[in-house]
C-alpha cells in the first residue's frame, strides 16, 4: 500500500477537531467564538462526515471540524479525507471519539487509486500518526482493501487463472506458508475433474493454489475463493452488456487472498488454509457443454444446466477439498448469481449459513466493523429445483426463482463433514463513487470477515 496518505509522526500539522452531532453546539464556542455565526452562515449541517473549514483571525486555513457517527466510523474519516484541502492533519480528538485504527483505515480507502493504465491525481491531505502501533490494525485493514481492489481492476489480458494462482502462492510464500500448486492435466490426476472441466477451453491453463500457514495445534479456519478470472458464460454465453464486467468474476478469490494476509500478517492463532481455484470460462471446441454430466471430487455427479453457472462447480471441488479435513471454520466467497444483488444490493453480502452460532458471528462483524452482511435461508425444500433426472444435482435447474439460494444449496452438497461452514454471495464492486469507496473493484466484506474472525480468534 502506498503510504502516501499519512505523515510522520511529530510533522507540523492543522488541527482536524473531532466532534459528534450531539456535543458539536457545546464545542462551537470553546473552539472559535465566532464558530457558530461562521457554521450558519454557510449553511453547514452537522451530521456524520461533515467537514468544516475553520478560517483564522487572517482568513487563512487555521483548523477543520469533522462529525463523525456514534461511535466514530472508518467511512468517517474517508469522508474527511476526500472533502480536506491537501496538507497535514492531526486529529485533535481527546475523547477518543475516533478511534487511531478507523481513522487510518477510512483515511487509506480514499486515498486508494488504481492507476496502473492512467495517471491518477496524487494530491492527497495526509494524516499525521503519532501512534504506529495504535494504528497498525486500520493499516493492516487498507492495505488489504487496496490488494484485493487491484486485482479485481485489473483486466482479464494481465490476470488469468496463473496469475492470481501466482498471486495467493506469494502471498503465502510472503509469511512462510506452505504453498502447493496444481495446473492444467494435474488437476485430473490429483481429483478436481470440475475444475478442470470448467477451464480446459481457454487458453491459459486452469489451476488451484492451496496455502497453509500457522501452529497445527490452533483452530483451523479455510478460506475457499471463487476465481473465475474471466467469465464468458462458456457456450452458453453472456450477451456483451453482461460481460463487461466479468474481469470481476475472481472477487471472491481476491477478497479471501486478501483476508488471508491480513490474518497472516495479524499473527492471527488460527491454522489458515486458504484454496483458490482459478479458471477461465471460455468458448472452443474443448468447452464443456449443456447436458454434459461431470463427476465431482465428492463423487457426486452433476448434469450441467448452464455453462454460466460455472462458479459454484469449480467451488464445488475446492469445497470437498477442504471438508476433507473437517476445519473448525470454512467459508467461501464468490461473485456468485445475480439473484443475490437483486436481493440485497451491491454494497450488502448475501450470507448463507444453518450454523446459528456462526451466523451471529459473523453478523456482528459485520456491524462492528460498519459493513454490514445480510443473511438469506438455506431453505431445503427448495433442494428440488436443483434435481436432475440423469444426475445426482443439476448445477443451474430449471426454476427461475430463488437463484441465489439454490446457487448456496448446491454449494451445500459438497460440505458433509463442517458444521461451521458459511457462503458468502458478493459483488465486489462499487458501481458509483462514494468517499472511501471508489467506483471499481471492492473488497466487498473482508472488514466483516476480518473483525468476526479477530473476535472469533482472539490473540
Not at 464545542?27 to 467537514?51: C, N, T, Y
Not at 493454489?209 to 475457499?224: M, N, R, S
Amino acid at each position: 500500500m502506498n503510504l502516501a496518505c499519512f505523515a510522520p509522526a511529530g510533522t507540523v500539522a492543522r488541527r482536524l477537531v473531532v466532534v459528534t452531532a450531539s456535543t458539536w453546539p457545546a464545542r462551537q464556542h470553546e473552539l472559535s467564538p465566532g464558530l457558530a455565526a461562521w457554521a450558519d452562515a454557510i449553511g453547514f449541517k452537522p451530521k456524520p462526515g461533515a467537514v468544516l473549514l475553520v478560517p483564522g483571525e487572517q482568513g487563512e486555513l487555521d483548523a477543520a471540524v469533522l462529525i463523525v457517527s456514534e461511535p466514530g466510523d472508518a467511512l468517517d474519516a474517508a469522508q474527511a479525507a476526500a472533502a480536506l484541502p491537501a496538507s497535514d492533519w492531526r486529529l485533535d480528538d481527546p475523547h477518543a471519539l475516533l478511534p487511531i485504527d478507523r481513522a487510518a483505515l477510512g483515511w487509506a480507502l480514499a486515498a486508494y487509486r488504481f492507476d496502473r493504465y492512467k495517471k491518477a491525481d496524487t494530491r492527497l491531505p495526509r494524516l499525521v500518526i503519532d501512534d504506529a502501533a495504535a494504528a497498525a490494525r486500520g493499516t493492516r485493514l487498507a492495505a488489504a482493501v487496496w490488494q484485493a481492489r487491484d486485482l479485481v481492476n485489473l483486466p482479464a489480458n494481465d490476470l488469468g487463472p496463473g496469475d492470481l494462482l501466482d498471486v495467493v502462492a506469494a502471498t503465502g510464500a510472503r509469511h512462510g506458508a506452505a504453498v502447493r500448486m496444481i495446473h492444467g492435466d494435474d488437476l485430473l490426476n490429483q481429483g478436481f475433474p470440475m475444475v478442470h472441466a470448467v477451464g480446459r477451453a481457454a487458453e491459459r491453463a486452469p489451476g488451484l493454489a492451496d496455502i497453509t500457514w500457522g501452529d497445527p495445534a490452533h483452530p483451523k479456519v479455510t478460506l475457499v475463493g471463487k476465481g473465475v478470472c474471466f467469465d464468458t458464460g462458456g457456450l452458453d454465453i453472456k450477451p456483451s452488456s453482461n460481460m463487461l464486467l466479468m474481469k470481476k468474476d475472481m472477487g471472491g478469490a481476491a477478497i479471501l487472498t486478501a483476508l488471508a494476509d491480513a490474518i497472516m500478517d495479524a499473527g492471527m492463532p488460527v491454522r489458515l488454509r486458504l484454496i483458490v481455484p482459478a479458471v477461465e470460462n471460455s468458448i472452443a471446441g474443448s468447452a464443456f457443454r449443456p447436458g454434459d454430466v461431470l463427476r465431482s471430487r465428492k463423487g457426486l455427479t452433476v448434469e450441467i444446466g448452464n455453462t454460466d453457472a460455472e462458479g459454484r462447480l469449480i467451488l464445488a471441488d475446492a469445497l470437498a477439498l477442504a471438508d476433507e479435513e473437517t476445519p473448525d471454520f470454512l467459508l467461501d466467497a464468490a461473485t456468485l448469481t445475480g439473484a443475490a444483488r437483486v436481493a440485497v444490493g451491491p454494497d450488502l453480502p448475501a450470507m448463507f449459513t444453518d450454523d446459528e452460532h456462526l451466523s451471529s458471528a459473523l453478523l456482528q462483524g459485520g456491524l462492528d466493523a460498519g459493513e454490514p452482511m445480510w443473511r438469506l435461508p438455506l431453505h431445503a425444500p427448495y433442494k428440488r429445483m436443483i434435481e436432475s433426472g440423469v444426475a445426482d444435482l443439476n448445477n443451474a435447474g430449471q426454476s427461475p426463482f430463488g437463484g441465489a439460494i439454490t446457487a448456496a444449496l448446491f454449494l451445500q452438497a459438497f460440505v458433509t463433514n463442517t458444521r461451521p461452514y458459511a457462503h458468502l454471495d458478493l459483488f465486489a464492486w462499487n458501481p458509483e463513487s462514494r468517499p472511501g469507496r471508489p467506483k471499481g473493484g471492492e473488497a466487498t466484506g473482508l472488514r466483516a470477515l476480518y473483525t468476526a474472525l479477530e473476535q472469533r480468534y482472539p490473540a
